[in-house]
């Protein structure tokens, strides 16, 4: 990037600048303004010419003359790199766009909106080979969660900004909560701190003024969300990444940790011999094909639904309160079939 470039995107607007479009002559006063020497506009509307080649900032036709408009985000990474971004910058930020957008702070990622739009770009007109490579890997690559996956219910989209705000800046957030729908939503004033995503659900962990344990609330269930003028001091012992891994919150109704043992059929242990339950899992195959599994867990809902999901091919041998659970399910489930034959 020459040596001019910096300062002319520096003085050019963008779509959300109060003035939207800049003359060419305005940006070389702008620029006089800093004190950057500017002999020639002709010099500078060279340099134009060259930003827009390289898709870093856009024209239009006013008349008989050209008028300026910056991207989003050019300044930034665009600004330091001779050619805009490296693929390897370009390829990261579509991944991070497509993988963990919904999860970046709303102010961050208005900001970054420009970037990915710039990395987009990069991609799609890239020259070499090496970078049409880039722009084919974000098409080669995708996820699968393991659950059944629902129609994940729908955020209200002036909602999660609320809440993104809040948590960004750490103020008080008012929210108009629903437990259930049709309920009629409750108003709750609580302290933002942190977003979970789950296969099918976003949460909000908040802790309400006064009271110590912190509490979750699911998006799709506020009405509304307002920021407060009141800033708050974030808990200098609160943790998400504990709260989401060692309270074991999200697995539902934790109930404390239990040794489980369970006896898989022929076949059917695989998944958690490739993936253990836990740290002290121990494993002991059988001479009739079967496989015992304990290990050390949390007891939750969550842990109920896992052993549902193999039916009659893993039978619970311990804790005895969970078996006579399955038990009785297990009857209660014969029964729901027998009587629908009859």
């Known amino acids: 990037m020459?040596?001019?470039?910096?300062?002319?995107?520096?003085?050019?607007?963008?779509?959300?600048?109060p003035v939207k479009w800049m003359t060419t002559p305005q940006v070389a006063e702008a620029l006089r303004h800093l004190n950057?020497?500017?002999?020639?506009?002709?010099?500078?509307?060279?340099?134009?010419?060259?930003?827009?080649?390289?898709?870093?900032i856009i024209s239009r036709r006013a008349g008989t003359?050209?008028?300026w408009q910056k991207k989003e985000g050019a300044s930034g990474i665009a600004a330091r790199s001779g050619n805009l971004m490296t693929f390897d910058e370009a390829l990261a930020l579509q991944v991070l766009r497509r993988f963990a957008f919904k999860q970046i702070p709303a102010l961050v990622g208005a900001s970054l909106r420009g970037l990915f739009e710039a990395s987009e770009s990069r991609l799609k007109n890239a020259p070499t080979a090496d970078g049409q490579r880039h722009a084919k890997w974000d098409r080669k690559i995708a996820v699968v969660h393991g659950g059944f996956e629902l129609i994940r219910?729908?955020?209200?989209e002036d909602?999660?900004?609320?809440?993104?705000?809040?948590?960004?800046?750490?103020?008080?957030?008012?929210?108009?909560?629903?437990?259930?729908?049709?309920?009629?939503?409750?108003?709750?004033?609580?302290?933002?701190?942190?977003?979970v995503e789950t296969t099918d659900l976003i949460y909000l962990v908040a802790q309400v003024p006064g009271k110590p344990a912190a509490v979750m609330y699911r998006l799709d269930r506020m009405e509304d969300a307002k920021v407060m003028d009141e800033g708050f001091t974030y808990p200098r012992n609160f943790s998400l990444k504990s709260y989401v891994e060692t309270k074991k919150k999200?697995?539902?109704?934790?109930?404390?940790?239990?040794?489980?043992?369970?006896?898989?059929?022929?076949?059917?242990?695989?998944?958690?011999?490739?993936?253990?339950l836990s740290k002290d899992q121990t494993i002991e195959q059988h001479d009739?094909?079967?496989?015992?599994?304990?290990?050390?867990?949390?007891?939750?809902?969550?842990?109920?639904?896992?052993?549902?999901?193999?039916?009659?091919y893993v039978e619970v041998l311990a804790p005895k309160q969970l078996r006579h659970d399955f038990v009785v399910e297990a009857k209660e489930a014969h029964a729901l079939y027998v009587k629908s034959r009859s």
């Open 65 to 67: 003359a050209l008028e």
């Open 288 to 312: 009739d094909g079967t496989t015992t599994v304990s290990a050390t867990v949390i007891m939750s809902e969550r842990l109920r639904w896992w052993i549902r999901a193999y039916g009659p």
């Open 36 to 56: 950057i020497t500017v002999n020639h506009v002709k010099t500078v509307q060279r340099h134009l010419q060259a930003l827009e080649e390289q898709n870093v």
């Open 153 to 156: 219910p729908k955020v209200r």
């Open 2 to 17: 020459a040596k001019l470039d910096p300062d002319i995107l520096r003085v050019l607007p963008t779509s959300h600048s």
């Open 250 to 276: 999200f697995d539902f109704f934790p109930q404390g940790e239990i040794q489980l043992v369970l006896r898989f059929a022929e076949g059917a242990a695989r998944s958690v011999q490739e993936a253990p």
């Open 159 to 195: 909602v999660f900004q609320a809440i993104s705000h809040a948590l960004f800046t750490e103020q008080l957030l008012e929210v108009a909560y629903r437990k259930q729908s049709p309920a009629d939503p409750v108003r709750h004033t609580v302290m933002p701190l942190g977003l």
